[in-house]
């Protein structure tokens, strides 16, 4: 799959996971208030659904960012994924009667899209490390390249 001139492959498959699970964290999102209103019994279970993507976002997280960080040493990139994710458990974490549905809906998708670029941010240092054929590629990139 190729993605704004890089490609995520078999290399990167933790990456590619997370950007779909965080795709379909957003997608259900911004669906579910509408199945509500033609299927309310679906609100029954939509605390336990919240806590499933997070819980899962979070592990796939774990397994892409920390070789990644391993491997490129980018530690905002590992920041940038801890913000999204952050935002994106607000749902489940922030009590209810805080946070309006809008403001959890607005947070979480922000937060699935930060996750999607930190993911495709791994990806790309990932695949510049092994381009450059250095274990750790950070000291010698130029400040241009650098993020």
Known sequence: MT????????ERPWDLAGIGASLLCILH???T???????????????????LFA??????GLLAFVPGYRRHGRWRVVLLGLVGFGMLSAGVLVPKATMSETAEVVTTV?????????HLRN????????ACGRDLC?????DTVRV
Not at 3 to 10: A, D, E, M, N, Y
């Open 3 to 10: 993605i704004l001139g890089f490609t995520l492959s078999q």
């Open 55 to 60: 819980l899962s976002i979070l592990c796939i």
């Open 110 to 118: 922000l937060g699935g899209a930060t996750l999607i670029t930190a």
């Open 123 to 130: 990806a790309y240092f990932c695949q510049l490390c092994r």
């Open 33 to 51: 208030p509408l199945l509500l209103v033609v299927l309310p019994t679906l609100e029954i279970f939509e605390r336990q659904t919240h806590a």
């Open 138 to 142: 950070t000291g010698e990139l130029t």
């Open 29 to 31: 999102c911004v669906a």
